[in-house]
């Protein structure tokens, strides 16, 4: 309670919270290439010009970000830190009131069931790994005419088309980086675009990193802040 150096860091979090929301405000207000330019910004270089102290780094914003994102502190360093900012600030986490976050009942289980019974029948289909995308061509000369040319179909690890064989618009990719790298580079994926989309598509994606963490999952209450306030986890 009377030690400065711990006054002094909450003093720094008030303000990096106020500053931090203003700097959002003007960057959604600002032109198209300033945005750019304030999306190249990063991590390090927005606190270096700002002043923020070793202490406020190592005590309170690091350890959070690096939780957040499970990397380590160099490479949130390089972090943009627009984005980041983003993240916090939609998660109340640049403010002092902050909503009751609650955890659904059966966990992310609940998500998937509930999505279903949102959906109409047949519009969802499980357990269907997907190994590549596949553009739909054109009919050949004297066939009849295709319906679905230039639509995209979802092709197994045999060619096989799954969802019944179902012509679509788009297809969005909800997974991770590598998962959706190992789709895009498969031999038999083509997109819209031919192969210059593939090879930009691949060449985003293989730009990701991704680093591994070990994870400790116990019951112990005995590990635990006796306070149940002081209890917290991402």
């Known amino acids: 309670l009377f030690d400065p150096s711990r006054w002094r860091l909450f003093a720094a979090i008030l303000w990096f919270e106020a ?16 945005q750019n330019a304030a999306a190249r910004e990063t991590v390090r270089a927005y606190l270096d ?24 502190k160099e490479g949130v360093d390089g972090f943009s830190m627009l ?10 986490m640049l403010q002092r009131t902050r ?36 553009v739909v061509p054109p009919a050949a000369d004297g066939a009849d005419a295709e319906p679905d040319a230039g639509a995209m179909r979802l092709l197994g690890a045999d060619g096989a088309p ?7 618009d788009a297809v969005v990719l909800a997974c991770h980086a590598a998962q959706s790298l190992e ?10 675009g031919g192969t210059q989309a593939v090879g930009a598509l691949a060449g985003a994606l293989a730009r990701f990193d991704s680093t591994s963490n070990e994870v400790v999952v ?16 991402w």
Do not use: Q
């Open 19 to 34: 500053e931090s929301r203003a700097y959002l405000e003007r960057a959604r207000a600002a032109a198209v290439d300033e």
């Open 49 to 72: 010009a700002r002043g923020y102290s070793a202490a406020f780094r190592s005590r309170y914003f690091y350890p959070m970000v690096a939780s957040i994102w499970s990397a380590p």
């Open 83 to 92: 984005a980041v900012l983003a993240f916090l600030n939609n998660h109340y």
């Open 99 to 134: 909503p009751r976050w609650r955890t659904p009942k059966h966990r992310s289980a609940d998500y998937v069931e509930r999505l279903r019974a949102e959906l109409p029948p047949g519009a969802c289909f499980m357990g269907e790994r997907v190994a590549a995308i596949a």
């Open 162 to 168: 799954l969802a019944d064989g179902r012509a679509f």
């Open 183 to 192: 789709i895009v580079a498969h031999p038999r994926t083509s997109l819209p």
């Open 218 to 233: 116990h019951t112990d209450v005995a590990a635990m802040p006796l306070d149940r306030r002081c209890w917290a986890a």
